[in-house]
């Protein structure tokens, strides 16, 4: 399962040996209310305990607990037969630069109230060994490249972005790339009673403000070297906040695809074709933006037969796997991590307080 955005919790259900995955079984998606996503939104950037963010984690893993119950109620599948919870939580706070990362969720509560054994914690013990901590999805774009031609080229169009380049023999290189949709939809909430620029019409209909692009370009994350992750708030758009609605979206939309071009440039070689997963591949104006600058094949990954909705989920849920056959899921040219790593930390259905 997976709580990563601002928008909700996704979960699904697979089945997967940790190498290749035998079935997608489905899932479902509940949107956060208003009331809880402000809440959770007070509590990004935070790095110390308050009682305001222990409630926000328990409401956060009482709704993960409800969401448990009512896929396996959707999908007619008994508790009894699923092995493992792979449970990320919610990113509040992400500076690996300081070995600090932190995830809200009481995966040990979620344990013992859906009565399935689960596993979390999947960044701590890169970023503990001087990794990143992200992205750790590459380890799943891996297994589902299996088939396609390579190179190719996983892009995650979520709050922020990243990718996975697959070449052949399973060569991976990944990193975050920039922002994607975040600080979009942070204009857009602020400025209109909106939570989101569908399909990017408001940014279509706005000009990009070059002077803008390129202060917000110049931000020092784009020469480091890859592997690198970001946390959501690492960009300051203060050079925009005179700009209106339209064209303030324009440029951001501008920055999101300015970032994806520059990461190009740091992969092994060019990929044949760009699958995008995340919210953002709904947005046809940030789609339409990319295809025309990257001149390279890009599509939503449901033109090669998934669902971009419950990727990320299914992800959590195939790493979980692999954290409990003792299998890595992160490298040196994913995180950064000086050897193949195993995380996650696991917690037992039946645990002895």
Not at 268 to 289: A, E, F, K
Request: net charge negative.
């Amino acid at each position: 399962m997976s709580g990563t955005s601002l928008d909700g919790i996704d979960a699904a259900l697979i089945e997967s040996d940790g190498e290749l995955v035998t079935a997608w079984l489905g899932g479902v998606t509940i949107p956060y209310d208003t009331q809880f996503r402000d809440s959770l939104r007070a509590c990004l950037g935070a790095r110390e305990w308050s009682a305001e963010i222990r409630l926000v984690e328990m409401e956060l893993t009482d709704r993960h607990t409800e969401t448990v119950s009512l896929l396996l109620e959707m999908l007619s599948v008994s508790r009894d037969t699923v092995d493992l919870i792979g449970f990320h939580g919610h990113t509040i706070t992400h500076d690996p630069a300081f070995k600090f990362t932190w995830q809200l969720g009481a995966a040990d509560d979620l344990a013992k109230c859906t009565g399935i054994d689960v596993v979390a914690k999947f960044r701590n013990a890169d970023v503990a060994s001087g990794g990143e901590g992200a992205p750790l999805v590459p380890a799943y774009h891996c297994a589902l490249a299996r088939n396609l031609p390579k190179p190719v080229v996983f892009l995650n169009l979520g709050g922020v972005a990243n990718v996975t380049w697959v070449g052949e023999g399973d060569q991976l290189v990944a990193f975050d790339t920039g922002p994607a949709n975040a600080l979009i939809d942070d204009w857009i909430s602020e400025r209109t009673d909106k939570i989101f620029d569908e399909d990017g019409a408001i940014a279509a209909t706005g000009q990009v403000n070059k002077a803008g692009l390129e202060i917000l370009l110049e931000n020092k994350f784009f020469v480091r070297p890859s592997p690198k992750s970001l946390d959501r708030n690492e960009f300051n758009i203060a050079a925009l906040q005179g700009l209106s609605l339209e064209d303030g979206a324009a440029t951001l939309s501008a920055f999101t695809v300015e970032s994806v071009v520059l990461a190009l440039h740091q992969f092994l070689s060019l990929p044949t074709r760009i699958v995008v997963t995340g919210g953002g591949r709904h947005n046809t104006h940030l789609m339409g933006l990319l295809a025309k600058k990257v001149n390279i094949p890009v599509d939503p990954v449901e033109a090669v037969g998934w669902n971009g909705d419950l990727l990320e989920a299914e992800a959590f849920g195939y790493l979980a796997i692999r954290s409990v056959l003792n299998l890595p899921i992160s490298w040196p040219t994913t995180t950064g991590v000086k050897i193949p790593l195993i995380g996650g930390q696991f917690f037992p259905k039946d645990r002895s307080d």
